[in-house]
């Protein structure tokens, strides 16, 4: 086995980066990756000495280790906390790209809990963007509760102008049934 890894070191040093026909001198051609030559003519096809290398068999690492890393583990993709039981020990976990940021941290504090190497995440950048998105999330909500604050102030001002306005005009109702009352006393003593 380290004899093979050895050999896939070897080798990845050795394959040359495949860029795709005229990708050095046209810009658009550049980052586009690699596309086999078809031209019945082009020189990169027909492998004429001189020209870029062909993508090929050869340049492949050995059948039982592909997919290996250096380490001599194997990288298990992993998308929740049951697949983190699945690993073994010449395994790694590889946290799924599509993962959410909560999820990812689940995985890591479980993955820390079994003793289980995951690859391609860095604790130190997860911890900071965790205290970034924790301050973020306490400074909304300080500000949800000033503006909660504000709003139960003006409503309570709100009901006291309410009830105010309400006691004068229960206040202005009493006079008037008092006054109407004592009109309608005075007409009824007149006629006896």
């Known amino acids: 086995m380290d004899k093979l890894l050895k050999e896939k070191i070897i080798i990845k040093r050795k ?3 495949f860029i795709r026909t005229s990708g050095l001198t046209k810009v658009r051609l550049k980052n586009t990756g690699w596309r086999r030559p078809k031209g019945l003519t082009n020189k990169m096809r027909l492998q004429e000495h001189g020209k870029r290398a062909i993508v090929k068999k050869g340049y492949g690492t050995p059948s039982k280790i592909r997919g290996v890393e250096r380490d001599g583990k194997t990288g298990i993709l992993v998308t929740n906390i049951t697949d983190l039981k699945k690993i073994g020990k010449n395994e790694k976990a590889i946290i799924a790209a599509t993962i959410g940021l909560r999820k990812k941290i ?6 820390k809990k079994l003793k289980i190497e995951v690859s391609n995440i860095n604790d130190t950048k997860i911890s900071k963007r965790l205290d970034a998105i924790s301050a973020r999330r306490t400074q909304q909500q300080i500000k949800k509760d000033s503006r909660d604050k504000k709003k139960q102030i003006a409503e309570k001002k709100h009901e006291k102008d309410e009830k105010k306005s309400t006691v004068e005009e229960k206040i202005n109702e009493d006079e008037q049934k008092k006054e109407d009352k004592k009109e309608k006393d005075k007409i009824l003593t007149q006629k006896d």
């Open 106 to 111: 689940q995985i890591i504090e479980e993955a």
């Open 15 to 17: 394959t040359p980066k």
